[in-house]
């Protein structure tokens, strides 16, 4: 079986190495020639070529790309492909991409491998990245069944734990446990730096200590990336932004109306809640 | 020179060692006889009681309690202390505990060491806990500056950065960067409670990952230490807590009006500006 990833960064790079040593032919396309070289270099591909017609011989491509060349790649892509190739995707949004790449290429499986590393680029590219890490497939009621199981017996052989949801449950869940938090620790970097009084903005920045800079981490993140969610994930985002803002003003109404016992309640709950989480 | 502990916790416990072990004579008293014997069997303390009386021979006493039994504390321990005794605290709040105790005891030194673990008690006192650690000492002008020359030696003997400010700035600069983070991150988890369908609850807890984990640390913490800064930090954190959620509602603003110019403008200043924290 061949495989084919566009877009050789840290996950597509991280997928080859990955697939290559399970004994799969790896053929790899990026923009940058220089790229492919590396690739080929550091053994993650068999072979890689700046040119999309290196993927006629793929039976499974991973679109590797940032999310807003997804679309753009797949119109390219499809002239080169093999009547019956899958495609699939590692985009951290899924409803605008698997609606419009499924409307371009009835045979494709939206796919979301959550792991990373502050690394990028084909150097950052490792072996196990996506072990024991959440993949999440989201197909819809038009997606061929077999594809589907296709693109699960891979993540599972990357060593990932597969779930399975429709592309929207994906979007409205990843809002709540990844782009609320970059919005609400962006915000709080952000509030901090309204503070007017200069000894004030320097004695905080003396005594920040491991509190703030977990609450502060990823929102002290790439700006780019925080972009690239509300752009496309508006929608839940600001479903879960709103809900936020609504508990903010709850918790603010506790304290301005000095009603410990509520404050307490709810703060035990938080403790609470947080321990059903995968973390 | 005598050094008394009132309070032999993780705080107390830890100082007690320090300074213990750089050749003072140390005297603790804590409200619990097996808290009294164990800081004696640890080595922890010279002599302990349960008796207030202890602290008759201290050149200075620590009051190392929660920040609710500062000022009681400090009232039934007048009658036993001799009077050129230097008391101070390790209150992580400052403005109310000085107002109050200065009033009754003058030669009072407001103290905050800014250190911990996620463990309590005598038996997760260690050594070196303040060790590269900021410790602000918040004279007012009717401190004795003798005193505060003498609880900032103490603290630079246990390895800690000496920083002096006034109570209130004080307050200003840990409501930016400790307990607005507790606030902002409970909100997180209290809003993500409130997703209603199941489904989604599920695989938001399934999918969580180290950017969940980090931005919700801190208000997943401790109840108590949450109501007890909001009790007596109120002000300064209402502030805070009011230009956060101004901060909110422009970056909501943002994303509604899909200006992703400008949320992009937002996200660099605060990456940029989390590079100014000592993190």
Chains 1, 2 share one sequence.
Request: glycine share 8%; net charge negative; aromatic share 4%.
């Amino acid at each position: 079986m061949n495989i084919g990833i566009v877009g050789l960064g840290l996950i597509g790079g991280s997928i080859a190495l990955d697939l290559r040593s399970r004994g799969f032919n790896i053929v790899g396309v990026s923009s940058r020639q220089q790229t492919c070289d590396r690739a080929i270099a550091r053994g993650v591909v068999n072979d890689a070529s700046i040119h999309l017609s290196l993927m006629a011989t793929a039976d499974l491509v991973f679109i590797c790309t940032p999310l807003s060349a997804i679309e753009p790649i797949v119109q390219k892509l499809i002239p080169h492909l093999s009547p019956d190739a899958i495609v699939t995707d590692v985009g951290s949004v899924k409803t605008p991409i698997v609606d419009a790449v499924s409307a371009l290429w009835p045979n494709f499986v939206g796919g979301h491998p959550m792991a990373g590393t502050a690394e990028s680029g084909i150097e950052a590219a490792v072996r196990d990245l996506f072990v024991g890490r959440p993949y999440v497939v989201t197909p819809t009621a038009q997606t061929p069944a077999q594809s589907v199981e296709k693109v699960e017996e891979i993540a599972r052989l990357l060593g990932a734990s597969v779930y399975r949801c429709g592309p929207q449950e994906h979007d409205r869940a990843v809002a709540w446990i990844s782009h609320l938090p970059i919005m609400a620790s962006a915000t709080l970097v952000a509030a901090c730096d309204r503070e007017g009084d200069r000894d004030i903005v320097n004695l905080a920045q003396n005594l920040a200590s491991s509190g703030f800079r977990d609450t502060s981490r990823v929102g002290g993140g790439n700006p780019e990336l925080g972009v690239m969610v509300a752009k496309y994930n508006r929608e839940q985002l600001l479903r879960s932004l709103s809900i936020y803002r609504d508990s903010l003003d709850e918790l603010m109404g506790d304290i301005q109306a000095e009603d410990w016992q509520a404050l307490e309640q709810k703060l035990k709950l938080t403790q609470q809640a947080r321990e059903h989480y995968n973390l």
